[in-house]
């Protein structure tokens, strides 16, 4: 009985509570009618505003402004319009939240928004259908809430520019849908679900919010959060949508098909719906639940195949790549930043890696900007045991501290060689050297640099210091001062460019020249510490001692002088110089244990040891300087067969032409003002008065006023936008100062003029240069310039270009590269007034009874793998296939390069920045940094006699291509095997011989006596009478023997001189009572009898 009667009363009350459809559609109405209405009139308003425009501007009457001002004459109606904009604009500053009280407001709508959706989800804890009574206390809460989202929706209205726009924005709808029904429920006390849980719409206002408070501030942070927004809102508002229907059951069926399904229910069959897995166990039962289904499933399998995973790799990548390096007291770790690719990375640890192969006891940490891709975390797992990654910016001082800046031996910033937009790849690497010396001055840097021009900026840094390790690689200074020697000497590109190379693919050597260049690819620029046992003996006592007794080409020193304690870098240094106690020796060799011989040297353990390889740590002190003497001299004389006389004579001469040397050239560097004038303030370079432009600029009309020979062409490509590609540093070595001004050749540039007029400002103080408007690729700019006769003919790469392959980035180079090796030259007969000139051309081939030539061609490739482009024009046989560039013929007889191997120097930089000293020195033309500093204080006080020779920018060592029998050489007797020659130039003339360029087939049946390049030949690699020598000449040495010099080879050109006359320029005497007596025409050619020899 008494549960029958609570059955009942519960039944009643369930009917009283029970929200009827009439109620329902109450709700439903609201919103809709709202909604609609307010659409409807906005754009009958619109159509009004418009036809009345249009009726005004037809009528002129100003009919809408006499309509809108009646009865409000006494107002200005520019002063009402000014009010209204001023009202409007702040209305719309405040909702911008770019003031603190609009940030308030729009913080506190998300706020009551989300407090809105909270409430929603207690009320759905009840049946839908079921209606809330006046006595539930959240009505009133979310009635004020609602009240508020009013007013703000009212602002909005307002500061809307467009009110239609503003009406069907999702903001706009979700207070529509939800606000109205708020104020139903209170009129008819009765609460209803409704459309309430579009208020989670608002979560995708999370991520603004987020940056307003500076709770996030990386891209990272700000893409997480609005994907999980996105996500979240989707998500409920489904949930809500399905909890509606499911408990409401279809419209037209009143019902009947409803079914009981809390929101959490709601939740796991969206959950299940998204996943696109669907177990079954709750379904939806309605029409309008399993159509819903049908579509969100679609959509579903976007949102969660593509957000979901973006989420979680963001969320594991921000904790994975975030954690701070933890810097362990006595290990050793570089940081590297900048360009961090697959490329860059893979091509620093090799090269990083091969200078202490078999013992990585330095940790690399890697400071990336954005988080790697999956070849380079692949990459980073391979090498895990001393490799780490770090997500983070070089410019921000909260990074640098995650990475232990402070701590690490050196920081080194990678640059993009191959970005289009070089100029701001520098600028962004300055601004991160500027960011770490800020953060801590003492750590080291070591900067890669694409332009020599910005160069600039770094040395101004007040904490840039050069002596304490920090290193700059500038990509255009080394590339085109390679491609400058390589024009000055035949072979000498790719001899510079072996010492520097790392070779270790297998080959298999079909021929001999191949067997001998593949060997020579050994030899590396090697630093060592010199025994005390050199103390006191003369730089060529010790090279000599070091080359017969332990087997090693010491090459250059690094000297500290006496009178201005300057410490600087000397190749082939003259007798004058004497070694002081841990005197850093530069030595061309093949591995750092055969230049420990150096260090471990003793006069008294190993002054009877003659196998190098015995040579090792004794425990003795090293004898004094006379100990040494007697048994070293010995040593050397019983060790070779040279001109013992010779030996003699030079000591004996010693004290008296060493000081007469001296002055003489100081006389020559310093007290000549004609000279001082024509060479540039640090005196390292020739110079002239600023040059306009078209002064220099050739026309073909004028081919007759300019018979240029033995000139120097260089083929340009680029355009007035290109990036610059920095000729200065081409000319550069072109014009040092230990070349007169008659010894200077032409340099002759082939490109668009737009271009030149960009670089310019940067050439215009050089001499003797000249520029043709056209084109490489049309061979009559060619034959404009006279390339016929021209020394070495130079193709420059084009500037970076966004290209879809890199195959495609040398293809100017190579068209160029055809064009140019089509030109056949015919070789010039022999007169019959001249049979002592023996011609025999250079690179000549058969064609018939008649020979020709072939220009002399330095091309530069930006790709090495383009190299078989090049072999197939030069139409070169006996190439290892498949091989490398360094591996080619063309590299190999010094006809092509690339910068690619630069990348090498950053580890070569970190390991012994001595000899990235030393190849800047040897290519640039130039002296090292502190020597050049030097020199310009000097120029204010004045040369020291005794030391002008030494210290002065023009006095310093070039290297030559010498002959065998046309030059000075010839006197060396005997002079069978490499080891003789070096003894013998060194003791009698100061020459040091550092390499070979030899012929590849001796044979008369050769058709193309084309050379390759050997680098530090054996003791006793023999010699052939054809051979060249690569030689480190003194200043004042004159190669010629005076009586021998050809007058009458004018019309000789200068690529068939190669092998006659040796290439070898015609240094000028010591003093002017020296001067031979020539006849006009010799002086006229005299020029193009030069060597091409470089400066150091």
């Known amino acids: 009985m008494f549960h029958s009667h609570l059955d009942s009363l519960n039944e009643e009350d369930l009917e009283d509570t029970y929200c009827s459809i ?396 191959l970005c289009s937009d070089l100029h701001a790849e520098d600028i962004s690497n300055i601004m991160r050297v500027l960011s770490i010396k800020n953060y801590n001055s003492h750590t080291r840097v070591i900067i890669q640099i694409l332009q020599s021009h910005n160069k600039a900026f770094l040395s101004k840094i007040p904490t840039w210091n050069c002596s304490a390790g920090d290193n700059i690689i500038c990509f255009a200074e080394l590339k085109l001062g390679f491609i400058a020697q390589g024009c000055l000497v035949p072979g000498l590109c790719t001899f510079l460019t072996t010492l520097f190379i790392e070779q270790n693919q297998k080959v298999f050597p079909k021929h001999s020249w191949q067997k001998y260049f593949l060997n020579s690819l050994k030899n590396k620029i090697l630093t060592q510490r010199l025994s005390d046992a050199f103390t006191g003996m003369t730089f060529p006592e010790v090279c000599r001692l070091c080359f017969v007794k332990l087997h090693l080409m010491l090459i250059a020193i690094q000297h500290k002088s006496g009178f201005h304690n300057c410490r600087s870098l000397i190749l082939n240094p003259p007798a004058q110089v004497k070694l002081d106690k841990d005197t850093l020796g530069f030595f061309i060799a093949e591995s750092s244990q055969a230049v420990k011989r150096a260090f471990f040297y003793c006069s008294h353990c190993h002054k009877d040891v003659h196998n190098p390889e015995l040579i090792e740590k004794c425990g003795c002190k090293t004898g004094s300087r006379e100990e040494l003497t007697g048994p070293a001299m010995v040593v050397v004389k019983s060790s070779t067969s040279c001109i013992s006389e010779c030996q003699d004579s030079a000591r004996e001469q010693e004290s008296s032409l060493s000081i007469a040397s001296l002055k003489n050239r100081g006389v020559m560097v310093s007290d000549t003002p004609e000279d001082s004038d024509q060479l540039d303030s640090s005196g390292m370079f020739h110079w002239c008065r600023s040059t306009p432009l078209d002064k220099v600029v050739l026309k073909r009309t004028d081919k007759s006023k300019h018979e240029f020979r033995d000139h120097i062409v260089a083929c340009v490509f680029g355009d007035a936008h290109s990036a610059l590609v920095g000729l200065r540093n081409f000319v550069m070595p072109l014009r040092a100062s230990n070349y007169t001004r008659q010894e200077l050749k032409d340099i002759v540039f082939i490109g668009p003029l737009e271009y030149f007029h960009r670089e310019w400002r940067f050439l215009r103080n050089f001499p003797q240069i000249y520029i043709m408007p056209g084109s490489a690729l049309y061979t009559g700019d060619l034959h404009a310039v006279n390339i016929e006769q021209c020394s070495m003919c130079a193709v420059l790469a084009a500037p970076s270009k966004p290209l879809s392959s890199q195959i495609l980035v040398d293809t100017e180079n190579i068209m160029a590269t055809l064009n140019i090796q089509s030109l056949r030259v015919s070789s010039p007969t022999q007169r019959p007034s001249e049979p002592e000139a023996k011609a025999v051309p250079t690179f000549s081939k058969h064609d018939g009874k008649r020979r020709y030539q072939q ?37 190999s007889t010094g006809t092509v390069f690339s910068g690619n191997f630069l990348d090498s120097l950053l580890a070569t930089a970190f390991y012994n920045y001595h000899v990235l000293e030393l190849l800047q020195m040897l290519v640039t033309g130039g002296i090292s940094s502190q020597m050049e500093q030097y020199l310009v204080k000097e120029k204010h006080y ?144 005299s020029q193009h009898l030069s060597s091409r020899v470089y400066p150091s």
């Open 942 to 1085: 004045g040369f020291h006699e005794s030391c002008a020779t030494i210290l002065s920018g023009r006095a310093r060592c070039k290297l030559g291509l010498l002959s065998l029998d046309k030059t000075i050489l010839s006197d060396i007797k005997p002079r069978k095997t490499f080891g003789q020659l070096f003894c013998g130039s060194l003791d009698n003339y100061g020459i040091l011989c550092v390499g070979l360029y030899r012929v590849m087939d001796d044979g008369e049946h050769s058709l193309e006596n084309k050379r390759f390049v050997i680098t530090r030949p054996s003791n006793e690699f023999h010699l052939l009478p054809s051979d060249l020598v690569f030689c480190a000449i003194p200043f004042s040495t004159t190669c010629y023997k005076t009586e021998e010099i050809p007058y009458k080879l004018e019309n000789v050109p200068s690529a068939q001189t190669l092998d006659d006359i040796t290439n070898v320029m015609a240094m000028a005497p010591e003093s002017p009572e020296q001067l031979p007596k020539v006849s006009p025409v010799a002086e006229k050619t």
């Open 855 to 891: 220009i002399p061609i330095l091309t530069e490739l930006k790709n090495p793998s383009n190299i078989h482009f090049i072999e197939q024009i030069g139409g070169l046989d006996g190439a290892l296939k498949g091989a490398s560039l360094h591996l080619s013929t063309s590299f």
């Open 22 to 417: 009439e109620i329902q559609a109450a709700f439903i109405l609201s919103s809709c009618v709202t909604f609609f209405g307010g659409l409807i009139i906005l754009v009958f308003f619109r159509i009004i505003l418009k036809i009345a425009k249009k009726w005004q501007s037809i009528k002129h009457s100003g009919a809408v402004l006499k309509l809108f001002s009646s009865g409000r004459s006494g107002l200005n109606p520019l002063r009402r319009f000014y009010f209204y904009r001023v009202f409007h604009d702040r209305i719309e500053l405040l909702l911008s939240a770019q003031t603190f009280v609009g940030q308030v407001l729009v913080i506190l709508v998300f706020v009551l928004s989300i407090g809105s959706l909270i409430i929603y989800f207690i009320n759905s804890t009840d049946l839908t259908g079921m209606c809330s009574t006046s006595e539930d206390r959240t009505l009133t809460v979310d009635l004020s809430f609602n009240a508020f989202f009013s007013f703000y929706f009212g602002l909005r209205f307002w500061a809307a520019d467009d009110k239609i726009k503003f009406w069907l924005e999702m903001n706009s709808i979700v207070d529509i849908f939800t606000v109205p029904p708020t104020f139903i429920s209170y009129y008819l006390k009765s609460n209803w679900l409704g459309f309430r849980f579009l208020r989670a719409l608002r979560l995708l206002e999370l991520p603004k919010i987020l940056q307003i408070l500076h709770v996030i501030k990386s891209s990272n942070s700000v893409k997480l959060s609005k994907l999980m927004s996105i996500v979240l809102s989707t998500w409920f508002t489904a949930a809500g949508f399905l909890h509606l229907v499911e408990n409401s059951g279809d419209p037209w069926l009143k019902g009947r098909n409803s079914q009981s399904m809390s929101y959490f229910e709601s939740i796991y069959l969206v959950t299940a719906t998204m996943s696109t897995v669907g177990f079954g166990d709750v379904v939806a039962k309605t029409s309008l639940g399993r159509t819903f289904i049908v579509f969100f499933t679609l959509g579903s399998l976007i949102l969660f195949a593509n957000y979901i995973p973006e989420m979680v790799e963001l969320f594991t990548n921000r904790r994975k790549y975030t954690k701070p390096y933890e810097a362990i007291k006595g290990k050793k770790f570089i940081v590297v930043c900048g360009n961090i690719t697959i490329d860059s990375v893979t091509a620093f640890l090799r090269n990083f890696l091969r200078h202490r192969s078999g013992e990585i006891n330095t940790e690399i940490v890697f400071l990336g900007e954005e988080p790697p891709s999956l070849e380079l975390e692949t990459l980073f797992k391979c090498n895990l045991s001393f490799t780490t990654f770090v997500c983070g910016s070089a410019l921000k001082f909260e990074d640098l501290k995650r990475v232990s800046v402070e701590s690490a031996e050196a920081c080194l910033i990678l640059a993009n060689s």
